[in-house]
C-alpha cells in the first residue's frame, strides 16, 4: 500500500488532466471537420460517407491514432479520412473543392461557439460570490480553459488542413483549379502527398507560419465572439 500511495503522491496531476483535456479536445475537433466533410458531399449527392458510416459524431469511426497523437502532442494532425466518390457529383471538381471546404470551416465555426460559450465561463468565474465552495471555482476555471484550449486547436486544425500540401484539404481546393487533364494526374500522386507531409510535420516548416497564422485567428474570433479577455 505505501509503494501506490508514493506513486499517487508523486504523479502529476496537472500534466495528466492536460492531456486528458487536449485528447477530448482533439476528439471533438477531428470529429466535426470529418463529420462535415461527409454531409456537405452527401447534400451534394454522393452517399459514400453515409454508407461507410461516417455520419455520425462517435470520434471512434473518424479516428486515425497517429494524426490524433500528433494533434495531442504537436497541435498539428488529422482523421481518418472520409471516402468520397467524386463521380456522384455534378460537377466533380468543384463538388470535391466544396467538401474539401467543409472541414475547415466547421472548425472555425466551432472554434467561435466554443469561445462564446468559454467567454460565458469567464464572465460566470468573475461573478461567483466570496465563500462559495472551492471546488465550484476550480470546475468553472477549468471549463473556461477547456473551451479556450479546445478553441484554439480547433483553429489550428483548420489552418492546418488549408496548407496545399496532399492530402489536405487545401491541396484538393487548389487542385479544382487546374486544367482536368494536370488534375487527374494529380489525384493519381496523391496518396504519396502523405510521405511529404509526415517530412514536413516532423522538420516542424509549418510551425512558424501555422503559429502566426493561429494567434491572428483566434484574435479574431475573440473579438467577434466577445470574449471578455485578450487571448493573444
Not at 486528458?20 to 461527409?38: D, K, M, P, Q, R
Not at 486544367?179 to 500522386?189: E, G, H, Q, S, V
Amino acid at each position: 500500500m505505501g509503494s501506490i500511495s508514493n506513486f499517487l503522491d508523486n504523479m502529476n496531476w496537472e500534466g495528466l488532466v492536460s492531456t486528458l483535456f487536449s485528447a477530448v479536445a482533439a476528439l471533438l475537433c477531428l470529429t466535426v471537420h470529418e463529420l462535415c466533410h461527409g454531409a456537405v458531399a452527401y447534400r451534394l449527392g454522393d452517399p459514400t460517407a453515409k454508407n461507410a458510416g461516417r455520419l455520425t459524431l462517435n470520434p471512434i469511426r473518424h479516428i486515425d491514432p497517429l494524426g490524433l497523437l500528433l494533434m495531442i502532442t504537436a497541435k498539428v494532425g488529422w482523421a481518418k479520412p472520409v471516402p468520397v466518390d467524386p463521380r456522384y457529383f455534378k460537377r466533380p471538381k468543384e463538388g470535391m473543392a466544396l467538401t474539401a471546404l467543409a472541414g475547415p470551416a466547421s472548425n472555425f465555426l466551432l472554434a467561435w461557439v466554443l469561445l462564446l460559450l468559454g467567454g460565458l465561463a469567464a464572465r460566470l468565474l468573475d461573478a461567483l460570490p466570496v465563500g462559495w465552495p472551492v471546488w465550484t471555482f476550480y470546475a468553472v476555471l477549468y471549463l473556461a480553459q477547456f473551451l479556450v484550449n479546445a478553441a484554439v486547436l480547433s483553429v489550428g486544425l483548420g489552418l492546418f488542413n488549408l496548407f496545399p500540401i496532399p492530402p489536405l484539404d487545401g491541396s484538393k481546393v487548389l487542385f479544382a483549379l487546374l486544367p482536368d487533364k494536370a488534375y487527374n494526374t494529380i489525384l493519381r500522386y496523391e496518396r504519396f502527398g502523405m510521405l511529404a507531409l509526415l517530412a514536413v510535420v516532423w522538420l516542424g516548416w509549418l510551425d512558424r507560419p501555422l503559429t502566426f497564422l493561429i494567434t491572428r485567428a483566434v484574435a479574431l474570433l475573440g473579438r467577434l465572439s466577445a470574449f471578455p479577455y485578450p487571448l493573444f
